[in-house]
């Protein structure tokens, strides 16, 4: 079967949860089908990567996306003016839509696999290929979510008036695909309840466990840590979270704590947090697994976003004990105080991190049942299965039909 994978972000280098996701699922894919590669690039880094990539691909064909301070608002405004939605119509460009339909004419795919929500606007739904939508998030919950927690009053009704644009589109691309995959149950419930008419199922996030192994961690420094894409609005909010309302409260019992923030792209109010005497922000890692040998306790603190957390995931791999909100752990089917440890109050989150401080060995206990979990339900070889199993249920049978 041949597949024309029409990618938002460009799966590769892996340093963000949803490069490794995508990554993952075009290696699964190019491993039984032929697959051509359609996709932004956002970085010379990205630029550089295209061999990685053509190694899995038959083709690769690219088209820069670049944003600026400028171009952010704007598309706002317009947003605002035209009635669309700002999520999706930021990334429009007609040099991609001319790429993907000179390319379905060329390579004439039997299905577009579209990656992440956004990709879905340039897609003729009518047309003879069938269509799956892998959908990263619920898109829409991660803006209502914002407007529910922003502190800003020109964010919250923005978001408020954003999220509701997006659902619409959201919707109507899951009711128009042949076959929609979700990261995780939760999400595939919520769509299935607001779309029922649509094929909808869930597939979780693969962990590379060859790669990602317990690392020696738990230095006995009191040092938390942290790691995501720190531009991306619910990773930013965390931090803030985290710091204007429990830090203090883990300061008071272990005075000695600092917080590590690691990610590419840190926003200027996350820079400034780095100033601050027990907070370190790294920006880029190289490798999250070097990086992560100064973590004590992995916090996931998020109180918006939808889908799954491939840092969790990674972070159990690593052997890491993980304190998470509710919202950090959707998705994984993983246990509070067995395999991470669920706090969802400043109070509860400061007295989680403080007891594994505290209790060297428990929170290498709960490292360890968190890697054996993700070891027997996450790795890479049984989430290809299923990933490739959908396909011949869902899209091989119809076609032969």
């Not at 991609?96 to 990709?119: C, G, R, S």
């Not at 990263?136 to 803006?143: A, D, P």
């Not at 008036?161 to 919707?171: A, G, I, N, S, V």
Request: proline letters at 4%; one cysteine or more; glycine letters at 4%.
């Amino acid at each position: 079967m041949k597949i024309l994978f029409l990618a938002q972000i460009f799966p590769y280098p892996l340093d963000s949860g949803g490069k490794i996701c995508s990554y993952h699922t075009l290696k699964a894919l190019s491993e039984k089908h032929e697959v051509c590669l359609v996709s932004y690039t956002r970085s010379d880094k990205e630029i550089e990567s295209v061999g990685e990539l053509k190694k899995l691909c038959a083709e690769v064909k690219t088209v820069p996306m670049e944003r600026s301070k400028l171009t952010n608002p704007k598309d706002a405004l317009l947003s605002l003016v035209n009635g669309k939605s700002f999520i999706i119509s930021r990334d429009y460009r007609d040099s991609m839509q001319k790429l993907f339909d000179e390319t379905v004419k060329t390579f004439k795919p039997d299905v577009v696999h579209i990656d992440h929500l956004q990709m879905a606007q340039f897609v003729d739904f009518g047309a003879e290929y069938k269509t799956v939508l892998y959908n990263h998030n619920v898109e829409y919950m991660i803006i209502k979510r914002i407007a529910e927690t922003a502190k800003s009053p020109a964010t919250k009704l923005f978001a408020s008036q954003e999220y509701k644009k997006l659902k619409k589109f959201e919707l109507d691309a899951c009711r128009k695909s042949d076959l929609v995959i979700t990261v995780s149950d939760e999400d595939k419930k919520t769509l299935s309840n607001l779309v029922p008419e649509a094929t909808i199922q869930g597939v979780p996030i693969a962990v590379d466990t060859d790669y990602f192994t317990p690392v020696d961690a738990f230095p006995g420094t009191d040092t938390l840590f942290s790691i995501g894409t720190m531009h991306w609005p619910p990773n930013v909010d965390a931090a803030h979270y985290f710091v204007d309302e429990i830090f203090d409260l883990v300061l008071e019992k272990r005075p000695k704590a600092r917080y590590v923030i690691a990610g590419q792209k840190p926003v200027p109010s996350i820079v400034e947090l780095g100033k601050r005497e027990n907070i370190v922000v790294t920006g880029y890692v190289e490798d999250s697994r070097e990086a992560a040998k100064c973590c004590d306790v992995f916090i996931v603190p998020l109180r918006s976003g939808s889908g799954m957390r491939v840092k969790i995931l990674n972070a159990f791999a690593m052997g890491l004990a993980v304190v998470s909100t509710t919202v950090g752990a959707e998705g994984i089917d993983c246990v509070p105080g067995e395999h991470y440890l669920r706090a969802d109050t400043p109070a509860e989150f400061a007295e989680a991190v403080c007891k594994l401080l505290s209790d060297r060995e428990y929170a290498k206990t709960i490292g360890k049942n968190a890697y054996d979990f993700v070891k027997n339900n996450y790795s890479r070889e049984i989430i290809n299965k299923k990933i490739r199993a959908l396909y011949a249920d869902y899209i091989e049978k119809d076609s032969e039909e």
